[in-house]
């Protein structure tokens, strides 16, 4: 790469979060990147604007918890300085322990970043060919790459790609929630301690008629849907239901630690509305993503007491998205392994989640830097969430059965000494990726890729 050391210029495909991520942290370190974002001239089937990194499913990533999975891998991101979590602080709205975002504050703060970095150029143009595009490249496009594109990446591969059902929950006017019934509260106390969340009680009855009209309503089926999962942590209410009845009180509908204070109790079902924006003008329906018709969305939501009046400033839909079988078809570093400087980043990859998708951006600019600059490839450790995440989509058992994850303790490496406490075993855990994670950041190569 004796030519690249003199232009320093790497390609980037795509503005979504991984793709604007490892934009930004490539030209921190010095590299012009050349950025290419398509919807200036083409739209997804899910995207509603043009501007980079938008949200377009939940406007959440995800707890903040600091023993937890989610929580780990931020705390690692904000180590490596993160421009995406910065904008999503500086959007943030109240969401109890988790990390949410006003969408349109958001996306503009990035779109703002990107453009206004003086080391990247913004290209508005789809890509239809990878053997046009100079290299290094990063192909970040996401699950709903352009069709042509998508094309020539089987291609590339010499296989179908994979596939699962991506769905939108629906966006609720908060001048339409009745407050004479839900009531504002965060699961347990555990938020702001203002009341993050709008809480909509059922009691058994009402259950029992909502759960009916899911099963009876009229859903919006894929040609191919027999062939194609979703994945469950983003799983239409209908599917759920198609599992038991008892499932959504199990789930999104959970209603253990949200005491009605008209009543003294907690309901028999409870569904919590999330802030989605600063002003606190729309909320969405946490964990409602639905495929059924619109108007059989209107008419079965607003049997959900509470929201009788509903007013939907955005409904549920669906949509297909694509995934490479990372661990048959790219090396550990993210590159394809049919051409070494070809990287691919964000969901693409197999991760699940905004924040897992972003990360995989952030690690992907590490990579290419300490390939151009011939020092060896150090992923992060395998404690770390980030390596476990990384191992997770790369390792080459899984590849007979490949499916998207998102971070999780299973993902963690088991402690060296057995711990019967389950909350100390994950304390230990946490603690043990924060130290080795420290380390690795001050010296990659102190955990060279095995």
Not at 271 to 300: C, P, S, W
Not at 356 to 383: W, Y
Not at 403 to 411: A, D, K, V
Request: hydrophobic share 40%; charged share 25%.
């Amino acid at each position: 790469m004796t030519n690249f050391t003199q232009n320093k210029k790497i390609t980037v495909v795509g503005a979504g979060l991984a793709g604007s991520e490892c934009a930004l942290q490539l030209a921190d370190m010095g590299y012009s990147v050349v950025l290419y974002e398509m919807r200036d001239k083409t739209m997804t089937p899910a995207h509603k604007t043009h501007k980079f990194a938008e949200l377009v499913c939940s406007n959440s990533f995800g707890t903040m918890g600091e023993v937890s999975g989610p929580g780990q891998l931020k705390w690692e991101a904000k180590n490596l300085n993160s421009h995406i979590l910065q904008a999503a602080y500086e959007a943030q709205v109240p969401a109890g322990q988790a990390l949410g975002m006003d969408r349109e504050v958001f996306s503009q703060i990035v779109t703002d970043k990107v453009k206004n970095h003086p080391r990247i150029e913004v290209r508005n143009d789809v890509v239809t060919s990878l053997a046009d595009l100079p290299r290094p490249a990063v192909i970040a496009t996401g699950p709903l790459t352009h069709e042509a594109l998508a094309e020539e990446m089987r291609k590339h591969f010499g296989d179908e790609f994979l596939y699962f059902f991506d769905a939108i929950a629906p966006i609720i006017d908060a001048d339409s929630i009745n407050a004479d019934i839900a009531w504002k509260a965060d699961r347990w106390d555990k938020g702001t301690g203002e009341g993050d969340y709008w809480n909509c009680p059922m009691n058994k009855e009402q259950y029992d008629a909502f759960i009916a009209e899911i099963v009876a309503a009229r859903k919006i089926e894929p040609k191919d849907f027999e062939k194609t999962s979703f994945f469950e942590g983003c799983m239409p209410i209908e599917t759920m239901v198609e599992r038991g009845p008892q499932t959504l009180r199990f789930g999104p509908m959970k209603p253990v630690g949200l005491d009605n204070p008209r009543t003294g109790r907690y309901a028999y079902a409870t569904v919590q509305l999330r802030q989605d924006n600063k002003e606190g003008t729309a909320y969405n329906m946490v964990g409602f993503q639905t495929r059924m018709a619109y108007g059989e969305q209107t008419r079965i939501f607003r049997m959900i007491p509470g929201l009788e009046n509903a007013e939907f400033l955005k409904l549920g839909s669906i949509h297909r998205n694509l995934f490479i079988n990372s661990p048959k078809r790219l090396n550990k570093d993210l590159s394809s392994k049919n051409d070494p400087w070809l990287f691919f980043a964000g969901q693409i990859t197999g991760v699940e989640g905004y924040f897992e998708s972003t990360c995989m951006g952030l690690l992907v600019a590490h990579f290419i830097n300490q390939k151009l600059n011939d020092r060896p490839f150090c992923p992060p450790p395998r404690a770390s969430a980030m390596g476990s995440l990384l191992e997770a989509i790369t390792d080459e058992t899984r590849a007979d059965h490949f499916q998207p994850t998102n971070i999780n303790f299973g993902l963690l490496p088991p402690l060296a000494e057995k711990e019967r406490d389950k909350v100390v075993k994950k304390q230990k855990q946490i603690a043990l990726a924060q130290q080795q994670f420290s380390v690795w950041r001050q010296n990659p190569e102190a955990f060279p890729s095995l």
